[in-house]
């Protein structure tokens, strides 16, 4: 019967643990994006808040680099594979792009960071 209850009290405090640990600071999850003058990203990652560049780079580092680098065209479309990088580079700003479903797309479109990624730089006139 004690070591019943022992093991019991044991497996709540693992449990009461896990859950402390396993949740984030309020308020800050990977690719939370902060407008303003100088806007800034959660990278979970670096457990710090960096560029939205930064954050693009940080990124595509996890998957082997820009598979395209930084540019201010579009690659060939035959030569592009799914899940290709590249950062674009136009007059309003750079966005990074990700090759996914047989066409070129946001980055944010695909990861699902933050919608106001949308809104920096060149990455509401990437399809114009």
Known sequence: MFSKSLYNGVLAIMISVSSLTAQAEPGEY???FKAGENP???SEQA???ISPNQFWLAFAETKGGLTWGQRTDYPEYDQVNEHDTMI???ESGNCMMEFFHS???RANDVRR???LFN???GCPDVFK
Do not use: F, K
């Open 113 to 115: 960071w933050d919608p």
């Open 119 to 121: 809104e920096y730089a």
């Open 103 to 105: 066409r070129w797309r």
């Open 47 to 49: 457990s710090e808040w």
């Open 88 to 90: 674009i580079q136009l």
């Open 40 to 42: 800034l990203v959660w």
């Open 30 to 32: 990977n690719g939370q």
